[in-house]
T-cell receptor, first 111, second 112 residues
């Protein structure tokens, strides 16, 4: 698992509240990714980072923002959570662009 | 836009059987094709990675092939075991190297 932890592992929140998910890695990997996994859609890339303070949008970035102030931490923020953002969120990291290691996931429920 | 499809969505086999999981992709301009395993409630574990210039990769009882011209990859599992029960996902990495596109996976059950 390349030393990847995600917090929290489970969260229930209400529509309209801000939510921040944290991904922490101990492998000093350059690349970090946030995905969401939903039935009928598989895993989809939200945002990714290719270095400290270097981020880019993925396939489903609307409603999400990210920050990476340190190599080891990649934060995903839902500014105002909606029910459509109920999902399982996975962080992944990699030392090279072609290899990704996944964290255990965060199950988010927005009521 | 790359689309990845996996067939079948679910498969149940008796222990000891050899089996093949299928993955097809629409854009042959991929950097590599990867196979992952996901156990219930867990993250993904990388199984095999095939570079675009390669035709196959092997690891133990697993063999993955890649045919870019037809947009297909297969994962062959030999002598299946109950511990192989999991969801198997394939994903293509676009040539820019920044995005993996996943299939929805095949849920495999190996019955003792």
């Amino acid at each position: 698992d390349a030393g990847i932890t995600q917090s929290p592992r489970h969260k229930v929140t209400e529509t309209g509240t801000p939510v921040t998910l944290r991904c922490h890695q101990t492998e000093n990997h350059r690349y970090m990714y946030w995905y969401r996994q939903d039935p009928g859609h598989g895993l989809r890339l939200i945002h990714y980072s290719y270095g400290v303070k270097d981020t880019d949008k993925g396939e489903v970035s609307d409603g999400y923002s990210v920050s990476r102030s340190k190599t080891e931490d990649f934060l995903l923020t839902l500014e105002s959570a909606t029910s459509s953002q109920t999902s399982v969120y996975f962080c992944a990291t990699g030392s090279q662009v072609d290899t990704q290691y996944f964290g255990p996931g965060t199950r988010l429920t927005v009521l | 836009k790359q689309e990845v499809t996996q067939i079948p969505a679910a498969l149940s086999v008796p222990e000891g059987e050899n089996l093949v999981l299928n993955c097809s992709f629409t854009d042959s301009a991929i950097y590599n094709l990867q196979w992952f395993r996901q156990d219930p409630g867990k993250g993904l574990t990388s199984l095999l990675l095939i570079q675009s210039s390669q035709r196959e990769q092997t690891s133990g009882r697993l063999n993955a092939s890649l045919d870019k011209s037809s947009g297909r990859s297969t994962l062959y599992i030999a002598a299946s075991q109950p511990g192989d029960s999991a969801t198997y996902l394939c994903a293509g990495l676009e040539t820019s190297g920044s995005r993996l596109t996943f299939g929805e996976g095949t849920q495999l059950t190996v019955n003792p």
